[in-house]
């Protein structure tokens, strides 16, 4: 069968896209930028890969009209304030086009929406919902409330906040209720109601076998994890503090964490358990699906994190856009150093940030990644996937990740820390020579200013970091 997969660069569709691949179908990738859609050679022959921005309605003509199904997997809960209207108006064009083509069933991946009073992000969903079933082929909706897997954006924040601290003092919505999930039991349901008549032009809950609060949530993480946590819950703490609290302890956003904070509130408790038994899936307990998580975490194989996605900052961008860095009006800090043992130095350079840091003058860049926390930029708590592989499009700490080539040997970033004006770090093997260039396009005086103000730091951080990368690669040669 041919399958439309939209978002095919996110959490769930990175991981949907092998589960589709090895059931025999063809997987049409429909993503919003080429550039950063990396999917590993195995797979490449049994796929396709279209650019499509749902806002645009021109692109959506890419969609090929010989599909069987499509999967609706877009969301963009705090990329904007006015996202409610953005994802209908997604919503509206993409069941436009669909309607269009061969295809007998969308299926899309909701959140649990029982309750008549609903945050603004569930309330958006229950929207989009209304809208893709007024299409002309049969439609399926699967709900669901916290998914568990290694990369979620929920295992991500409760691992940053029972690992971080181990006395909570915390808002009153950690009693709510809800039914958590793990990701693999969310990808057999999505699979398995594929083309499955028994599914079609219905909605379903999908949970996990237990009910718990959040705080029950919190406890049981650190329970798997050995370690010893008091939580009390106050009823003081107000949503924009509850915001704040939830978006300086973790690697969230503050949009995101107010989205989050919002939607906490609402009990998500499945319904019934219909789809399990109309699938035969038995879904594994919220226990198990901590264990499996943490066993891809040990393992370095998380195969999709929440931190990659646009979600994770306030930028969207087009990757290609920024390849080409800029020179006219920038200020450029370069440095050249002779290298003897290159591949060392690329492996050392693969390996930056998250837990290894940069390498010199690490406490100044956790000053820095605090002062972004600060004025509302992402810090640097959303470290790296992987810690051996960098792909196009990957968060890493502050910045995002738009060309990185191993066997040529050169790394660009892109900052995504708040600042008055674009920054690039790039990293380039130039024969036996590594070239470490900082560049700075500033916005006005300010920008200027700015760049002044921090340019000793600069002097220290950027000599610092060269010298120790190749000094680190040439000693093992």
Same mark, same amino acid.
């Given at each position: ?61 890419? +969609? ?13 809960? /705090? ?13 509206? &064009? ?22 008549? @009073?609903?945050?603004?992000? =569930? ?31 929920? %295992? ?47 909605? %379903?809950? +999908? ?10 949530? !919190? !406890?049981? %993480? ?22 704040? #609290? ?43 699906? =901590? ?26 961008? +087009?990757?290609? @856009? ?24 690329? &492996?050392?350079? #693969? ?20 002062? @972004? ?17 960098? /792909? ?9 990740? !738009? ?9 660009? =970033? %892109? ?8 920054? #690039? ?17 500033? !916005? ?6 700015? #760049? ?21 690669? &040439?000693?093992?040669?």
């Amino acid at each position: 069968m041919k399958i439309l997969l939209t978002g095919a660069t996110g959490y769930i569709g990175k991981r949907l896209l092998p589960v589709l691949v090895e059931k025999g179908h063809h997987v049409v990738c429909s993503v919003r930028d080429v550039s950063r859609f990396n999917p590993p050679k195995s797979l490449r022959n049994n796929i396709s890969i279209i650019q499509v921005d749902l806002l645009k309605k021109e692109t959506l003509k890419n +969609i090929p009209t010989d599909i069987d199904a499509a999967y609706y997997l877009v969301h963009s809960m /705090s990329t904007s304030k006015k996202y409610k209207v953005l994802e209908k108006e997604s919503a509206v &064009n993409f069941r436009t086009q669909i309607d269009k083509t061969d295809a007998k069933q969308v299926i899309y991946l909701s959140g649990i929406v029982n309750e008549s @009073d609903l945050s603004e992000h =569930l309330l958006s969903r229950k929207e989009v919902e209304q809208e893709l079933e007024n299409g002309n082929c049969h439609f399926t909706c699967l709900r669901a409330g916290i998914i568990v897997g290694s990369g979620s954006a929920s %295992f991500e924040i409760m691992r940053d906040l029972v690992e971080k601290l181990p006395i909570m003092i915390t808002p009153k919505w950690l009693q709510t209720k809800c039914q958590p999930i793990g990701v693999t039991d969310v990808l057999k349901f999505l699979s398995s109601s594929l083309l499955n008549p028994k599914t079609y032009d219905k909605n %379903f809950d +999908i949970g996990g076998p237990d009910i718990l609060s959040y705080k029950e949530m !919190l !406890l049981g %993480f650190a329970k798997v994890r050995n370690l010893r946590r008091k939580i009390w819950t106050v009823p003081v703490m107000t949503p924009r503090l509850s915001s704040y #609290w939830l978006y300086f302890v973790t690697s969230t956003s503050y949009k995101l964490a107010t989205s989050l904070v919002d939607s906490m509130k609402v009990e998500v408790v499945c319904r019934n358990s219909e789809l399990n038994n109309i699938l035969n899936i038995t879904p594994i307990s919220y226990k198990e699906s =901590l264990s499996k998580a943490f066993l891809k975490v040990e393992n370095n194989e998380i195969a999709s994190s929440w931190k990659d996605a646009y979600s994770s900052s306030d930028i969207k961008i +087009i990757v290609s @856009d920024f390849i080409t860095v800029p020179s006219h009006g920038c200020f450029i800090d370069e440095r050249k150093r002779k290298v003897k043992n290159l591949n060392g130095c690329k &492996n050392k350079i #693969w390996s930056i940030g998250g837990k290894n840091g940069w390498y010199y003058g690490n406490w100044l860049w956790r000053l820095r990644g605090f002062l @972004d926390k600060i004025f509302g930029g992402v810090g640097l708590r959303r470290g790296r996937t992987n810690q051996d592989k960098i /792909s196009v499009g990957d968060a890493l700490d502050f910045w995002r990740v !738009l060309y990185a080539d191993k066997g040529e040997g050169r790394l660009l =970033l %892109f900052a995504e820390m708040k600042l008055p004006g674009e920054a #690039w770090l790039e990293f380039r093997i130039d024969g036996k020579e590594l070239i470490q260039t900082a560049t700075f396009r500033p !916005l006005g005086i300010l920008g200027r200013l700015y #760049w002044y103000s921090v340019l000793p730091f600069h002097g220290l951080i950027f000599r610092g970091m060269i010298n120790k990368l190749v000094k680190a690669t &040439n000693l093992n040669d």
